[in-house]
């Protein structure tokens, strides 16, 4: 394991942070400290896996690790009398579980970080960090945002939740709908995450995927009266069902023009089908728009019945309820099938000079596909070589490297043409 003991733990530590430090800030109460024990309980493994090799359930042995680390810091705090409540928590482990109507470490996790007196903002990034495991960078390029302001936020939110003893507990149920928006938005960034990681060596955390689907499934149960809910689930399963056929086997990424459609999920499209057909009836709000979109492509059956104009129409209709700059970028892209790559291009120059898109390789991507399309190569080459010099990916580096290849060489042809 000496080799790639540090691949193979960061791994184990994406997949299991969050799950590790919901579980034991239930058990301790106290958010700082449950995330302090499952750092050292990594900090543990990296010291003891590689001569021991790695145990058979490795997210079971961390939070063993971690909820041990924490009994002990409070063990020896309540033996200097300091904290006699936490002294209580070392003699009551039989004790009747607490009612709840969120059953799911989780899911909890996402209700408490998700509290009002905190920004939506520091709500969505601290669940982000807490419950999903993601680091700082990888938050700042999911907002958008320079990673020092996303590295305030998440410090003056955990700082706000100390001073003013926000609890470590869900809400009564007659207090979840408000915090609902926070919580569909942290579970649809757990799944952006995986379905299009910002960084790293893969372009898609199967991990994140699943769990966000599963916390998808029980925010549906938990919120049966909640349309959204059942939208974002249908979203996030509409999407998911092209997962599977969006690498090749050697893990180059595949358009999604190019992909097998019969191996797209069916499953999870009639899943999905029926969800957005329940949500529909409730109300439109940006999940449902966004999952008539993904909609619009797993049901198309070939790329070129892709119904253009119904997208194009669903993301005009999505600017009225949010005014990301991503998704003029995707708007643009659905103009060039539908008017032509001229107009595409005209379209993304709204968000040329986003402040937002600064840093990404969205822009520049976007571009430079259009341009290809339109066959004007030298162009093309020039805007896939800014992507490349933005991306953070490794796949999606390779993917780009991959197309400015392809224009180069056109560009080149043409230009030997007599």
């Given at each position: 394991?000496?080799?790639?003991?540090?691949?193979?733990?960061?791994?184990?530590?994406r997949?299991?942070?969050?799950r590790?430090?919901?579980?034991?800030?239930?058990?301790?109460?106290?958010?700082g400290?449950?995330?302090?024990?499952?750092?050292?309980?990594?900090?543990?493994?990296l010291?003891?896996?590689?001569?021991?090799?790695l145990?058979?359930?490795?997210?079971?042995?961390?939070?063993?690790?971690?909820?041990?680390?924490?009994?002990?810091?409070?063990?020896?705090?309540?033996?200097?009398?300091?904290?006699?409540?936490?002294?209580?928590?070392?003699t009551?482990?039989?004790?009747?579980?607490?009612?709840t109507?969120?059953?799911?470490?989780?899911?909890?996790?996402?209700?408490?970080?998700?509290?009002?007196?905190?920004?939506i903002?520091?709500?969505?990034?601290?669940?982000?960090?807490?419950?999903?495991?993601?680091r700082?960078?990888?938050?700042?390029?999911?907002?958008?945002?320079?990673?020092?302001?996303?590295?305030?936020r998440?410090?003056?939110?955990?700082?706000?939740?100390?001073?003013?003893g926000?609890?470590?507990?869900?809400?009564?149920?007659?207090?979840?709908?408000?915090?609902?928006p926070?919580?569909l938005?942290?579970?649809?960034?757990?799944?952006?995450?995986?379905?299009?990681?910002?960084?790293?060596?893969?372009?898609?955390?199967?991990?994140?995927?699943?769990?966000?689907?599963?916390?998808?499934?029980?925010?549906?149960?938990?919120?049966?009266?909640?349309?959204?809910?059942?939208?974002?689930?249908?979203?996030?399963?509409?999407?998911?069902?092209?997962?599977?056929?969006?690498?090749?086997?050697?893990?180059?990424l595949v358009?999604?023009?190019?992909?097998?459609?019969?191996?797209?999920?069916?499953?999870?499209?009639?899943?999905?089908?029926?969800?957005?057909?329940?949500?529909?009836?409730?109300?439109?709000?940006?999940?449902?728009i966004?999952?008539?979109?993904?909609?619009?492509?797993?049901?198309?059956?070939t790329?070129?019945?892709?119904?253009?104009?119904?997208i194009?129409?669903?993301?005009?209709?999505?600017?009225?309820?949010?005014?990301?700059?991503?998704?003029v970028?995707?708007?643009?892209?659905?103009v060039?099938?539908?008017?032509?790559?001229?107009?595409?291009?005209?379209a993304l120059?709204?968000?040329?000079?986003?402040?937002?898109?600064?840093?990404?390789?969205?822009?520049?991507?976007?571009?430079?596909?259009?341009?290809r399309?339109?066959?004007?190569?030298?162009?093309?080459?020039?805007?896939?070589r800014?992507?490349l010099?933005?991306?953070s990916?490794?796949?999606?580096?390779?993917?780009?490297?991959?197309?400015?290849?392809?224009?180069?060489?056109?560009?080149?042809q043409?230009?030997?043409?007599?």
């Amino acid at each position: 394991m000496r080799g790639g003991r540090g691949e193979a733990i960061d791994g184990i530590y994406r997949a299991e942070f969050g799950r590790a430090l919901a579980t034991v800030a239930r058990l301790v109460g106290d958010i700082g400290l449950a995330e302090d024990a499952v750092h050292e309980a990594f900090a543990d493994a990296l010291r003891s896996w590689p001569d021991r090799g790695l145990p058979s359930n490795p997210g079971a042995w961390i939070t063993t690790a971690a909820r041990n680390r924490a009994l002990d810091r409070l063990r020896r705090e309540s033996a200097r009398g300091a904290k006699e409540q936490d002294a209580v928590l070392l003699t009551v482990p039989n004790e009747e579980p607490e009612v709840t109507p969120v059953p799911d470490d989780q899911l909890r996790m996402i209700f408490t970080c998700c509290h009002p007196a905190l920004s939506i903002e520091s709500q969505v990034a601290l669940t982000l960090r807490l419950v999903c495991g993601l680091r700082t960078i990888e938050i700042a390029r999911a907002f958008l945002q320079p990673e020092h302001t996303v590295a305030q936020r998440l410090t003056r939110a955990k700082a706000k939740i100390r001073a003013a003893g926000i609890p470590l507990r869900v809400p009564p149920a007659h207090l979840l709908p408000e915090r609902v928006p926070a919580v569909l938005a942290c579970v649809y960034l757990v799944f952006t995450e995986g379905y299009s990681a910002t960084s790293g060596s893969t372009a898609i955390r199967d991990e994140l995927c699943d769990e966000a689907i599963r916390l998808g499934k029980l925010l549906c149960a938990l919120l049966p009266e909640e349309p959204e809910a059942r939208a974002l689930l249908a979203l996030m399963l509409l999407n998911d069902s092209r997962r599977g056929q969006r690498r090749c086997a050697d893990g180059e990424l595949v358009p999604i023009e190019d992909q097998d459609r019969t191996g797209w999920n069916r499953a999870e499209i009639e899943s999905g089908l029926r969800c957005l057909i329940s949500a529909a009836a409730d109300g439109v709000g940006p999940y449902l728009i966004q999952a008539r979109i993904a909609a619009a492509h797993a049901t198309a059956r070939t790329w070129a019945e892709t119904d253009w104009g119904a997208i194009v129409s669903a993301y005009d209709e999505l600017r009225t309820h949010s005014s990301s700059p991503v998704i003029v970028v995707n708007r643009a892209i659905a103009v060039g099938f539908l008017h032509g790559f001229g107009a595409g291009l005209a379209a993304l120059d709204e968000v040329a000079d986003h402040p937002r898109l600064a840093a990404s390789h969205l822009v520049p991507a976007a571009r430079a596909d259009l341009l290809r399309r339109a066959g004007r190569y030298a162009e093309s080459a020039t805007q896939y070589r800014d992507a490349l010099g933005r991306a953070s990916n490794e796949q999606v580096l390779q993917f780009l490297a991959s197309r400015l290849a392809q224009v180069e060489a056109a560009a080149e042809q043409d230009i030997t043409q007599p």
